[in-house]
């Protein structure tokens, strides 16, 4: 089994519950943690950051075999901006 496999079938679970939410609750939740991690200042919003870019990270792998080449740049992009964000929150 490639680790690909391996993420998508450890994914199965949290894609059905996240299929199960109303379609808003996600997108609210990531937005709130987003502003929480802007407006907490050291750490902690570091860590809502993370969290947000976590979230992100673990969608862009599962679409990844899906996405053009701009549409990878642009995933890897936000990502990277938003680490880099985490880690001048913390330094706050």
């Keep these: 089994m490639t680790v690909r496999e391996s993420v998508e079938r450890a994914s199965l679970k949290p894609a059905a519950y996240l299929h199960h939410l109303p379609r808003w609750l996600p997108a609210v939740l990531v937005a709130a943690l987003f502003v929480g991690g802007i407006a907490v200042r050291g750490w902690a919003g570091a860590v809502l950051l993370i969290v947000v870019a976590a979230f992100l990270a673990w969608l862009a792998v599962l679409s990844w075999p899906a996405l053009d080449t701009r549409g990878r740049a642009l995933r890897v992009l ?15």
């Design 78 to 92: 936000a990502l990277t901006v938003l680490v880099a964000l985490a880690c001048w929150q913390g330094l706050r």
